[in-house]
């Protein structure tokens, strides 16, 4: 059901990323800022180039309705990509997720959502998931399908992100910040939550590097 694109980065986008091969810290406190200078030439580059970051070359099911998405769409903007489940005590986070969507996507912030049963704690249909996210905290950002998010079964997307950060989801809520680059900058663990100052901080940051 979850299929991936192979990386097709040229040019000016291979710069942006090469920036994305090392293995990156657990916590995004512990890496060092990226320059906004040199991050705002590489992302206009890479964005007037048409490129696809290999953080981001995956296409998946929309949870809602299995509709085909190829995240390449979102090149360019600040990505926070979230495992979720429906019967966790980290469930509540749906809501400050969707107000940290709302607040910053006019800047450029996406929030993806990739519910998974790794932890035994979304057993549901994709159906009934979505029916969840949205009927109980109105979830508008973008959800994609069921899926695992670590071991062998891991998906594609999410393989690449422990690769980059030395870091697969010890838990539900569980996140990842990929810069407007395509870089993965870091990972924040599941008691994190969507207002933390650091995180939003840290978002903020990469929000202003144009």
């Known amino acids: 059901m979850i299929r991936t694109l192979s990386a097709t980065l040229s040019g000016a986008a291979a710069l942006a990323a090469a920036a994305s091969m ?54 360019g903007k600040v990505v926070l990509v979230v495992n979720t489940a429906s019967y966790c005590g980290f469930t509540p986070q749906y809501e ?22 790794d932890f035994s704690q979304e057993p549901g249909s994709e159906k009934e998931i979505s029916d969840f996210c949205y009927n109980t905290y ?5 959800m994609l399908g069921k899926t695992h998010v670590r071991g062998g ?4 997307m999410y393989a690449l992100l422990a690769k980059e950060t030395g870091t697969a989801p010890k838990w539900n809520f569980y996140k990842y910040l990929i810069d407007r680059n395509g870089q993965v900058v870091g990972s924040y663990d ?7 100052k650091q995180l939003v901080g840290r978002i903020e940051q990469l929000l202003g590097a144009r």
Not at 26 to 53: E, S, V
Not at 138 to 142: A, D, I, L, Q, R
Not at 153 to 156: G, I, K, R, S, V
């Open 22 to 75: 090392a293995v990156m810290p657990a916590r995004a406190a512990d890496k060092p800022a990226t320059n906004a200078a040199t991050a705002g030439t590489l992302g206009t580059a890479a964005t007037a180039a048409g490129a696809c970051p290999a953080s981001l070359n995956f296409k998946f099911p929309r949870l809602q309705d299995e509709a085909p998405q190829n995240l390449c769409q979102y090149a």
């Open 96 to 117: 400050g997720l969707e107000q940290l969507y709302a607040k910053y996507r006019e800047r450029g912030l996406v929030v993806l959502g990739f519910p998974s049963n």
């Open 138 to 142: 109105g979830v508008k950002f973008p």
């Open 153 to 156: 079964e891991a998906n594609p």
């Open 190 to 196: 599941s008691r994190t939550k969507p207002d933390d």
